[in-house]
């Protein structure tokens, strides 16, 4: 009995928070549990959501799975602030303090802006392209199950076992077995390994559907900026995912084979771990960030009325970017001395990421110049963008300096810097796809006036959160720094900018809100084209039926659905026959592949290899029922094509 | 998948008449192998980039001189090789449509992966019982990490081969079986590709100094 209650208290985390999370997290459960029940929506569950292969629902899932992550580690952040607010604040306990900003970094990049664009590529790209799904829908749902299995394994670190600690980048020789005993190491890299496979995947499967599923005249200067965007990211998925894979699994190995990769003893060089993550590291930063500036050339075009200033310079600087981003990932490490030559080079290419960059901004400029805009709400997001990620770029090039980076590395200017480009580029592009995708998602509109309400405070609350950590991070407060004494004068600074994440945090608040008032009052999208936009996913209802064309459009130009729209037509020519539609079937592998891959996760973070081998021996034995299933895609008759499209008003 | 069914059948004049491509999804697949392909050279580019780090650092433990046994990665490389021939000759058997003949060299080259496989094991026992395990120094984790990976890849190509094999008997030779042998194939001459680096890079390198 005192063995079985030992091990439950090493099992179970105790303390205040994390009592108050088992509650909460026991309380939604056992509230989802019951509506499900209650109102026998198990089935609904199962057949529409948990089994779909559908790109569209996939999206969907994405996105709802991005904003709760988005909400835990903005708690997260919520929490660091408040500790820091006052000087020698004793709010959070040392150690817990390191673990709420590990789990809020590693939350924020891989589970929340990664899913984000998840949503958005899934949600648009296959509209975009005039096709009927992705390439590959099965690997698709995959992907998506991978993700938010590996999502739960992070998450549950928080109540079970305790969380990882080492910072986000979780850099040997602190993330050793030696300096970080326990399971809270292994959850971050079983949850990033588990979903990394998951994303290396939705790379692979986007690229072929934008290389080989656009529809027939759709040459690739003629692809609308999202998808090139699109485009641009799954390379650099699937050439920098690797690198992480690698560096996590040796370390892995590190700590449950005692391997000497990056240890101090043996032989191994911690070194290694930190070029390894930085050459994932770099080019994920682009991963995010390019797509969050697809959706600012979509947004800006429709809203301003005008074609896209600079379509070729466009793409061009999208590709200058992506492949550029390989070079640059010293720059995270200038002072581990690599010598005047190296920095050097290094230094010139992440400066040289300014100028392609800058393009992008000017054409954005130059869109709106003389274009008659709308302030909508995504157009709002953009506007915003603009200069906050003007500062945030010019204060990289600053730090792109490398003499100048022995100053700045890893103080408060560097957390600054990156908060402003990640959040001022990733997150506000991603706010400002979703306003304007949304329509196009569930078929009514956002409606304005908490969502202004949203905006205003959240892009108010960043800068009163955000410009005071310059100049800390110039008057030397670093980096993870768990408190700092009185008299520095730096708490009058901090105090302000713990009043800004607040405000943000409201800000959110109201973005929520905004969502839930627009359910219960919805403004219906009837005409499926609300912004009078451009590409085509407009010229389909809203939601789009789930085989999202009838008939395959034939492609003549840029803006093709502008054009059509010139041309005087309503909706795309519905005069050639229809014809039986091919489609994937929905199944359950994909969700039981996930379940099966936690379970695996879950053995390993606890040593338990027996339950670690059942798991990865049910992942096989999922794939080769997989391989032996040939029932996997069906016909949708004509006629039943023919009564959806008339329920459209369409035929 | 979810292919409009009047381009469901695409000719393409690149692949002329063969099976595997003879249906969009077919090409697709193959495509999207190929870029999976791409993923796993970065990754084992990585390791190899780690071999390279740490190779000398054997912390006092035995050196790549001392452990390496010239007969044996010798026979090990012999056999690797001869199987992606065999292998290719299943693939041109396959084109000409003689599922017997395929299934007979697909069955050699599961043979020559599996004496492949047991032989590496043979080496990684014998180091173990010499006392070099990967917890020895940071050159023995490189290296069994980098060739062990690839012994791992190896060993899932063999299961995968054989259920192939099952589906091609059961089956017989359609656009999906033939897609499906074409990107097993694909990925046995990819691994083989790999093992001729690490026989370049692991074992020459280890014995010439």
């Known amino acids: ?651 | 998948m979810a292919v409009d069914v009047n381009h469901s059948v695409v000719k393409s004049a690149d692949h002329g008449t063969m099976l595997e491509y003879s249906t969009e999804d077919g090409a697709l697949k193959i495509l999207g192998f190929w870029f999976f392909l791409a993923q796993d050279m970065i990754l084992f580019a990585c390791l190899f980039a780690t071999y390279l780090i740490l190779h000398n650092r054997t912390a006092g433990g035995p050196s790549a001189m001392q452990l390496f046994d010239v007969p044996g990665f010798a026979a090990e490389t012999f056999i690797l090789l001869t199987s992606s021939f065999t292998y290719g000759i299943a693939t041109f058997q396959m084109r000409n449509n003689r599922l017997k003949s395929m299934l007979i060299w697909m069955g050699i080259t599961v043979l020559l992966g599996l004496s492949f496989v047991s032989l590496e094991l043979k080496e990684f026992i014998t180091y173990v019982l010499q006392g070099a395990t990967i917890s020895r120094s940071a050159f023995l984790s490189a290296f069994f990490t980098l060739v062990g990976t690839h012994g791992l890849h190896v060993t899932l190509g063999i299961f995968w081969m054989i259920s192939v094999m099952i589906q091609l008997v059961k089956r017989g030779l359609t656009p999906v079986t033939a897609r499906k042998a074409f990107i097993v194939g694909l990925y046995w001459h990819f691994l083989d590709v790999i093992w001729v680096f690490i026989f370049t890079v692991v074992y020459l390198t280890g014995v010439m100094k």
């Open chain 1, 1 to 651: 009995m005192g063995g079985v209650k030992q091990f439950l208290s090493h099992f179970f985390v105790t303390g205040p928070f994390e009592i108050g999370g088992d509650v909460s997290i026991g309380l939604v459960s056992l509230a989802i549990l019951f509506v499900l029940t209650r109102y026998k929506l198990w089935g609904w569950l199962w057949r529409n959501w948990l089994t779909s292969v559908d790109h569209k629902k996939i999206g969907i899932m994405y996105m709802l799975a991005a904003l709760l992550m988005l909400f835990r580690g903005g708690v997260d952040a919520l929490m660091i602030r408040t500790q820091l607010a006052l000087p020698n604040s004793q709010f959070l306990g040392a150690e817990h303090y390191d673990q709420i900003f590990t789990t809020h970094g590693t939350i924020m990049i891989l589970f929340m802006a990664m899913p984000f664009i998840f949503a958005m590529m899934n949600i648009v790209v296959p509209l975009q392209l005039g096709a009927r799904d992705v390439a590959f829908p099965y690997l698709n749902a995959i992907s998506f199950w991978l993700f938010f299995f590996g999502a739960m394994l992070l998450n549950i670190s928080f109540v079970i076992g305790g969380s990882p600690d080492a910072g986000w980048v979780n850099y040997p020789p602190l993330a050793e077995l030696q300096f970080s005993p326990g399971p809270g190491d292994n959850f971050y890299l079983l949850s990033i390994l588990i979903s990394g496979i998951g994303s290396v995947a939705t790379g692979i499967n986007f690229l072929v559907t934008i290389l080989k599923m656009r529809a027939p005249g759709m040459s690739l200067m003629k692809m609308p900026m999202f998808s090139w965007a699109v485009f641009a990211t799954c390379i650099d998925i699937i050439f920098a995912f690797p690198a992480l894979t690698i560096a996590l699994g040796l370390e892995f190995a590190d700590r449950i084979l005692g391997a000497h990769f990056f240890t101090l003893t043996g032989g191994g060089n911690p070194m290694m771990y930190v070029n390894l993550f930085w050459m994932w590291g770099h080019p994920e930063v682009y991963i995010v960030i390019l797509p969050a500036f697809g959706i600012y050339s979509e947004v800006v075009a429709t809203f301003a009325r005008k074609r896209l200033f600079g379509y070729t310079a466009m793409v061009t600087s999208l590709m200058l970017i992506a492949i550029a981003s390989y070079f640059v990932w010293l720059h995270h490490f200038f002072t581990m001395g690599a010598g005047a030559d190296v920095n050097t080079f290094f230094a010139i290419a992440s400066m040289f990421i300014a100028i392609p960059t800058g393009v992008k901004i000017f054409n954005w400029l130059f869109t709106m110049f003389r274009g008659r805009i709308r302030m909508t709400i995504p157009m709002m997001w953009v506007l915003a963008f603009i200069p906050n990620f003007v500062i945030g770029g010019s204060t990289g090039v600053m730090l792109a300096a490398a003499p100048a980076d022995y100053q700045y590395h890893n103080s408060y200017f560097l957390v600054a810097h990156f908060h402003q480009v990640l959040i001022g580029g990733v997150v506000y592009g991603m706010l400002a796809g979703m306003y304007y995708w949304w329509p196009k998602m569930f078929g009514f509109i956002l409606e304005e006036r908490f969502a202004k309400w949203g905006f205003w405070l959240f892009n108010i609350g960043f800068y009163v959160c955000f410009m005071p950590q310059y100049p800390l991070g110039l008057m030397g407060m670093t980096r993870r720094m768990y408190t700092y004494p009185a008299g520095l004068g730096w708490t009058s600074l901090n105090m302000i900018s713990t009043v800004g994440a607040f405000v943000m945090g409201i800000g959110f608040i109201f973005i929520v809100l905004n969502i839930l008032s627009s359910i219960r009052h919805p403004v219906k999208d009837t005409t499926g084209d609300p912004w009078d936009a451009r590409t085509l996913e407009w010229s389909l209802p809203s939601p789009a039926p789930h085989y999202n064309f009838a008939r395959i459009p034939v492609i003549d130009s840029r803006d093709q659905w502008w054009e059509m729209k010139q041309k005087g037509m309503t909706k795309p020519d519905d005069s050639t026959p229809l014809a039986p539609i091919h489609m994937p079937k929905n199944s359950g592998k994909p969700f039981i592949m996930g379940v099966l891959f936690f379970i695996a996760g879950f053995g390993f973070v606890f040593n338990w290899y027996v339950l670690a081998g059942l798991g990865l021996l049910g992942v096989i034995i999922t794939l080769f029922a997989r391989s032996f299933d040939y029932d996997t895609d069906y016909y949708i008759p004509v006629d039943e094509v023919k009564h959806s499209e008339a329920a459209f008003g369409r035929s």
